[in-house]
């Protein structure tokens, strides 16, 4: 029996690394001179607004395709019925037969902190590794690299992506111009049970790159595994800092942005189709709505038995006390 379970666990194993082609690759100790950071002083502000806010159609200058990205069916467009503020960008991804590229294995890790995946190639096999998603590159915005900016958004996965994503989650870093991971991979994971992320916007995202990394780009890394069609990612309010020696500014804004628009965490409404004859995406959201309903009632029934047994407890042993 026991050898049947570790037969099992290996097989397992082996299909996952399958099924998850690497791209854990990040930064290693290697002989590459640092670009030297420098910025375009008229594309700065002294005041804290998005560089990208995608309120306006000038931002389909600063969105790039990844490398891979084709091969993920990745696309984007504007999105006013769900936006975080004014109008947010939609990412969308259609698949069909997907193979071999999914990303982000190297970062997966288990509860003791050990890599799933440790066979994930290193910083020279970078050239057979794809990247599925989108990118934004540094020279756009006036900067050279980078390196030591901060990195602030809003985003909202989708409850499709439950499944249609490896690991369930999104990852972005910062990366060099060979898609070398130059930053610790900040990761946007599906949550359904609380609504985290899924009828609301997260709206404090944060990306911190580490200065003399020569990070050219911020990498969205969105690794469809299984054939897919719909929305995968929504983002919004991209705000950059700049280092200190920088003397705390921003990048200005590049699209328009509308900073009189209400700010709307929570996306309230389900959107019904506008094809009246079609209804059951809406149906099956609201299902889930309402199995996330019950899942907090249960929950909060549970904290309240729990709290007044304490209690009974403690009102107990006083008793005792007093009159034994």
């Given at each position: 029996?026991?050898?049947?379970?570790?037969?099992?666990?290996?097989?397992?194993?082996?299909?996952?690394?399958?099924?998850?082609?690497?791209?854990?690759?990040?930064?290693?100790?290697?002989?590459?001179?640092?670009?030297?950071?420098?910025?375009?002083?008229?594309?700065?502000?002294?005041?804290?607004e998005?560089?990208?806010?995608f309120?306006?159609?000038?931002?389909?200058?600063?969105?790039?395709?990844?490398?891979?990205?084709?091969?993920?069916?990745?696309?984007?467009?504007q999105?006013?019925?769900?936006?975080?503020?004014?109008?947010?960008?939609?990412?969308?991804?259609?698949?069909?037969?997907?193979?071999?590229?999914?990303n982000?294995?190297?970062?997966?890790?288990?509860?003791?902190n050990n890599?799933?995946?440790?066979?994930?190639?290193?910083?020279?096999?970078?050239?057979?590794?794809?990247?599925?998603?989108?990118?934004?590159?540094?020279?756009?915005?006036?900067?050279?690299?980078?390196?030591?900016?901060?990195?602030?958004?809003?985003?909202?996965?989708?409850?499709?992506?439950?499944?249609?994503?490896?690991?369930?989650?999104?990852?972005?870093?910062?990366?060099?111009?060979?898609?070398?991971?130059?930053?610790?991979?900040?990761?946007?994971?599906v949550?359904?049970?609380?609504?985290?992320?899924?009828?609301?916007?997260?709206?404090?995202?944060?990306?911190?790159?580490?200065?003399?990394?020569?990070?050219?780009?911020?990498?969205?890394?969105?690794?469809?595994?299984?054939?897919?069609?719909?929305e995968?990612?929504?983002?919004?309010?991209?705000?950059?800092?700049?280092?200190?020696?920088?003397?705390?500014?921003?990048?200005?804004?590049?699209?328009?942005?509308?900073?009189?628009a209400?700010?709307?965490?929570?996306?309230?409404?389900?959107?019904?189709?506008?094809?009246?004859?079609?209804?059951?995406?809406a149906?099956k959201k609201?299902?889930?709505?309402?199995?996330?309903?019950?899942?907090?009632?249960?929950?909060?029934?549970?904290?309240?038995?729990a709290?007044?047994?304490?209690?009974?407890?403690?009102?107990?042993?006083?008793?005792?006390?007093?009159?034994?």
């Open positions: 029996m026991k050898k049947e379970r570790i037969l099992c666990a290996a097989a397992a194993a082996v299909f996952a690394l399958g099924a998850a082609a690497p791209l854990g690759v990040c930064a290693e100790e290697t002989e590459e001179e640092v670009i030297e950071f420098t910025y375009d002083a008229d594309k700065l502000t002294d005041n804290k998005p560089a990208l806010s309120d306006g159609s000038g931002y389909e200058s600063y969105i790039h395709m990844t490398r891979d990205a084709e091969k993920g069916g990745i696309s984007f467009e999105d006013k019925d769900t936006s975080y503020q004014g109008v947010s960008l939609k990412i969308l991804a259609d698949t069909k037969g997907v193979s071999g590229y999914f982000g294995s190297g970062f997966v890790k288990d509860e003791n890599s799933l995946y440790p066979d994930a190639p290193d910083v020279e096999d970078v050239i057979n590794l794809n990247f599925v998603g989108i990118e934004l590159r540094s020279e756009d915005f006036g900067l050279s690299t980078f390196d030591g900016c901060l990195f602030n958004f809003a985003y909202r996965l989708t409850a499709e992506d439950e499944g249609a994503l490896l690991g369930d989650t999104v990852w972005v870093y910062s990366a060099n111009s060979d898609n070398v991971r130059k930053c610790n991979p900040l990761q946007l994971t949550n359904t049970i609380v609504d985290d992320n899924v009828n609301q916007y997260n709206g404090n995202a944060l990306v911190s790159v580490p200065e003399a990394s020569n990070s050219t780009k911020l990498i969205f890394d969105i690794p469809v595994q299984k054939e897919f069609k719909g995968v990612l929504y983002l919004d309010n991209i705000t950059i800092s700049l280092p200190d020696s920088a003397e705390g500014k921003y990048v200005a804004n590049v699209d328009g942005y509308n900073k009189n209400k700010i709307s965490e929570r996306v309230d409404e389900i959107k019904i189709s506008k094809d009246k004859n079609d209804t059951t995406i149906d609201i299902e889930k709505e309402k199995d996330h309903t019950k899942k907090r009632i249960v929950i909060l029934v549970i904290v309240i038995v709290a007044a047994a304490a209690g009974g407890v403690v009102a107990f042993i006083m008793l005792k006390k007093r009159f034994y």
